[in-house]
């Protein structure tokens, strides 16, 4: 079982390198991957479409920013961010807004495991922990 | 002492024959003194009555009397008396023994007793020195336990102070955060708001 389950993670991770173009997820590259368990139906293919989904998720999101903000943010400081992020993680990033009220003003920067925030939220947070 | 009476006895019962004697003596010396001498004796024993050969067996009679009584009476109890005094003598001196051992005796009880009274005061001086010494341990270490006791008393108040005042601390800061985070969602215009999200996009992107 153990060795089934250590088989169909290391096709799982075959699979997702495949997917890779230029370090990054190529759509095209997915279908091919998809079409191919489709037609072969390898053993544990439910488990296998699992695993792969994680790792494409988990690189889709290294490749993400997720900026939970609170009031207006313009697009023109979304591509400063992207731009930022791309510099630092040397690979393409793209930023995604998502209003977040909780936060009362500034942003909230979610690449990966990565976390970035400068809100009021977090300010009033770390004051209330300090005292 | 009873061979002097036998002997006096003896003397008693040969007195008669010594006085025989004795008179025979002074008229052996008055014929001697009248120049009668070899018929005086025998005129004398005429005189009494002394036939020698009766006189012989008197004198064989006597002895063998006196041998047989001092063979069969006297000498058996001349050995009883010597006994009975030979046991009084030896009683006399186990007497002086068993004194002189009761003496040594009541010597070495009343040492023993002395030895006693010694050792009885030496263990009960000891016993009073220990329990003194029990009780000023028993006492030094309820102080202890008692200032320990305290010590922690006093520890956990401080504690609990601590923990209260940090628990009333964290519930101020809690509050007056709520507080702030309800004002700031009512006070801040979006011109705020994107004014600090204009400085924190320059903040995230510059680090």
Do not use: C
């Not at chain 2, 009584?69 to 001196?93: C, H, S, Y």
């Amino acid at each position: 079982m153990a060795s089934g389950k250590k088989q169909f993670q290391r096709l799982a991770r075959q699979l997702f390198k495949l997917s890779l173009v230029d370090d990054a997820v190529s759509p095209e590259r997915v279908g091919g991957v998809l079409a191919y368990v489709e037609r072969h139906h390898p053993a544990h293919a439910r488990a296998l479409l699992q695993s792969y989904h994680r790792l494409i998720a988990a690189e889709l999101a290294r490749g993400r920013a997720d900026v939970e903000h609170a009031g207006a943010v313009p697009q023109l400081t979304l591509d400063a961010i992207a731009a930022a992020m791309t510099k630092r993680y040397q690979r393409p990033v793209t930023a995604a807004a998502r209003r977040n009220d909780a936060l009362l003003a500034g942003l909230r920067i979610r690449i990966g495991d990565d976390v970035y925030e400068s809100s009021v939220a977090a300010q009033l947070s770390a004051l209330g922990a300090s005292v | 002492m009873a061979r002097a009476a036998f002997f006096i006895r003896i003397t008693v019962m040969l007195s008669p024959l010594l006085l025989l004697a004795e008179a025979t003596g002074h008229v052996a010396e008055a014929s001697a003194a009248h120049g009668e001498a070899g018929s005086g004796i025998t005129k004398i024993f005429q005189d009494f009555g002394i036939s020698w050969p009766f006189f012989l067996a008197q004198v064989l009679n006597f002895s063998l009397v006196a041998f047989i009584l001092w063979k069969f009476a006297f000498k058996p109890v001349m050995a009883t008396l010597d006994e009975r005094q030979k046991k009084i003598a030896d009683g006399l001196r186990y007497t002086e023994e068993m004194q002189a051992k009761l003496a040594a005796a009541q010597q070495e009880s009343s040492t023993i007793v002395h030895n006693s009274q010694v050792e009885a005061a030496r263990i009960i001086d000891e016993a009073r020195r220990a329990a003194k010494e029990y009780l000023d341990k028993q006492t030094r270490e309820a102080a202890t336990q008692a200032n320990d006791l305290l010590a922690k008393a006093r520890q956990a108040v401080e504690l609990e102070h601590k923990k209260m005042l940090a628990e009333t601390r964290g519930e101020i800061a809690r509050l007056v955060v709520a507080t702030t985070e309800r004002v700031l969602a009512k006070k801040l215009s979006d011109a705020d708001r994107a004014a600090y999200n204009d400085a924190a996009a320059h903040e995230l992107t510059g680090v």
